[in-house]
């Protein structure tokens, strides 16, 4: 009887605890893992590179969302991070280059990091979140409930101090560069490391030295000790910046040998596209800073670096180095994790801020609006998603602010550019957008624009003017159009072929709804659209007659847009150019009144820049379209 009954008691215990246990777990706070990666490209076995050997992050992908078509908004270090720690596109946060810094521009801007800090996390930053030149050095103060841990907080393992020049552990090129110091002492230099760089300061770096030698190592070993040491009575906001696979590329001999040089293979593509815009190139910088006996940097007639092959496959082999040595430091994080049991509620975010040439167009940087340039890793894993998710529509690092809100359950700033990619964590299959957006400014005042599908990029160089401002087609300095399906290595650009003219127009659109929603300060997405069931509009449809003569006030076309999304651009266009003309609205207007109105001003639009075709022409490209449609509504 006793039996029975201290039976029945443990059953009732259980039955008890249970409900109460997920309840518990359901309102625990998730921890966030949050891993950037300066200047990766997705050179990554999961992201689709077979030449990479990157075990870690490639098992970090089992059950995790990976992003194969994420954009970042502006290929440069400073302007990347700001961008994607404010959730704001470049132009709002107006940090474009490598000094402006973020609270001059945007003094109160709320960051990530903040963000969650102001909700309960304890945020704790170690190597490189922000690049140092765009915030205070505290590494934006704000954003951490404890001071930040800078690289010269960093230990090292015995027998060595602090890299040369940051970067150099070889003894070679130590002894080289100790002697330039004394050098510049001698002669009272007084930016000593300017005067060494000046010098001598190679590419690249293969060195029989311990992982912990080089400053990423020791980011790693630090970011192991603050787990190892972590409260988790508090949920917390833990970010890992690594600093390589960028320049120089360096890395412990061991990841050299992972490779065999005489695999490399060289770019396919060195030279310009055919029927170049010349401003999305550049030449040399930052490659060129790199100095060493053997290597020379010589620009041929059209503006491009030629390297000799033996230098070229030298590189590659050390980006790829550099990229196996960071998978390991990030494998080092990742079981510390685990043998905490941390991984079980910890939302793991990994991320580079933005690609890397490796000669393709004989470009050796970021820098640019093409595709090595632009696109660059995302990855979500959600402890709670037992599946691995791969997400080819377009994604952009200012969705990861509204993103991780989401998964957290804290409320999301209304101000944010980007949207939540919770859906396609889900795996429930949906677009997040149509297109995303980079930028790379070019000199003269010109900004190039950069439209990203999942089969096209269309850039718009404009001249003297950021999206926040009407765009009109005096503008407009130079356009691309490349096709990733028919040329995925860039070699056309196909802008003025005429059987992408078609194709033209809805990029012209595209560029035009989303230039109208900067201007406006609201992006089109569906949550924020206009649900009124009445709006008013002018009968006076001037401005659409008026609209080739302004990129902005195109139509968009219902073949890339839903119907509320046609119906918050048209409020969008009437708030802004009909009300601005002094164009007085007559009538309040029913939605279906709206969509008439719509498709006569869409019909202007179209026969007046499709006049050139036939009639038969015209109901092919039709048939076309609505095979398009299907396809994008699949």
Not at 11 to 38: A, G, R, W, Y
Not at 119 to 127: D, L
Not at 330 to 357: C, P, Q, R, S, Y
Not at 584 to 602: G, W
């Amino acid at each position: 009887m006793q039996k029975r009954n201290y039976s029945i008691s443990i059953i009732f215990s259980i039955v008890f605890f249970i409900p109460f246990f997920l309840l518990s777990q359901e309102n625990d706070k998730p921890n966030i893992l949050f891993i950037s990666i300066d200047d990766l490209k997705p050179s990554i076995g999961s992201f689709g590179d077979e030449f990479a050997i990157t075990p870690n992050i490639d098992k970090l992908s089992e059950n995790a969302t990976v992003f194969l078509n994420n954009q970042t908004q502006l290929a440069i270090c400073a302007a990347s991070r700001v961008s994607f720690m404010t959730g704001l596109r470049p132009d709002k946060t107006r940090v474009w280059d490598l000094k402006t810094k973020m609270r001059d521009m945007n003094p109160d801007v709320l960051t990530l990091p903040e963000h969650f800090k102001n909700n309960g996390y304890q945020t704790i930053g170690v190597g490189k979140i922000y690049d140092p030149r765009a915030v205070d050095n505290g590494r934006d103060r704000r954003s951490w409930s404890q001071p930040f841990i800078t690289q010269n907080k960093l230990t090292f393992p015995e027998g060595y101090s602090f890299p040369a020049g940051g970067f150099y552990q070889g003894k070679e090129n130590r002894e080289i560069r100790g002697k330039l110091r004394q050098e510049a002492i001698a002669k009272g230099v007084e930016n000593i490391n300017k005067y060494e760089s000046e010098r001598y300061k190679p590419p690249y770096e293969k060195a029989d030295v311990p992982d912990g030698a080089y400053v990423d190592g020791a980011i790693a070993n630090k970011a192991v000790d603050v787990l190892e040491n972590i409260d988790t009575s508090q949920p917390f906001f833990l970010a890992v910046g690594f600093k390589r696979p960028h320049l120089p590329f360096n890395a412990p001999t061991k990841y050299w040998d992972l490779y065999n040089e005489d695999q490399i293979q060289l770019a396919e593509f060195q030279t310009k596209s055919k029927n170049p815009v010349d401003i999305a190139y550049k030449g040399g910088w930052e490659i060129n800073s790199y100095k060493m006996p053997g290597i020379e940097y010589n620009e041929n007639e059209e503006g491009l670096l030629i390297l000799p092959d033996d230098i070229q496959r030298k590189l590659i082999h050390g980006y790829y180095a550099a990229t196996s040595y960071i998978d390991a430091q990030v494998g080092k994080v990742m079981a510390k994790l685990k043998e905490k049991g941390l991984e079980k509620n910890t939302i793991i975010v990994l991320w580079g801020d933005h690609g890397f040439h490796l000669g393709d167009h004989s470009q050796w940087t970021k820098h640019t609006n093409f595709e090595q340039s632009t696109r660059s890793p995302l990855l979500i894993k959600d402890p709670t998603i037992k599946k691995t998710v791969e997400v080819k529509s377009p994604t952009e690092f200012i969705d990861v602010f509204p993103t991780l809100c989401d998964l957290s359950n804290i409320k999301i700033p209304d101000f944010l550019d980007g949207i939540s990619l919770r859906p396609q964590i889900l795996g429930q299959g949906v677009s997040s957008k149509i297109f995303a957006v980079s930028q790379y400014p070019r000199h003269g005042g010109i900004m190039g624009y950069s439209f990203r599908t999942k089969s096209h990029r269309y850039t718009v160089w404009v001249k003297n003017k950021k999206s926040t401002e009407p765009i009109y087609i005096e503008d407009i300095y130079a356009e691309e159009l490349f096709d990733y399906e028919n040329d995925p290595l860039e070699t056309e650009n196909k802008i003025d072929y005429p059987e992408y003219s078609r194709l033209k127009m809805t990029f012209q659109t595209l560029a035009a709804r989303f230039f109208t929603s900067q201007v406006i300060n609201k992006p089109i997405v569906a949550k924020d659209v206009i649900k009124t069931e009445k709006i008013i509009v002018s009968r006076n449809n001037k401005w659409a007659k008026e609209r080739s003569k302004v990129i902005s006030q195109y139509i968009v076309s219902e073949m890339l847009m839903n119907t509320k999304q046609a119906t918050f651009l048209e409020q969008a266009l009437y708030e802004k150019y009909a009300r601005n003309n002094e164009l007085t609205a007559s009538k309040d207007l029913t939605k279906e009144e709206v969509q008439i109105i719509y498709r006569e001003t869409y019909s202007i639009a179209s026969k007046e820049l499709l006049s050139k075709f036939t009639k038969k022409q015209f109901d092919k490209i039709a048939e076309i379209e609505k095979e398009k449609i299907k396809e994008l509504r699949q």
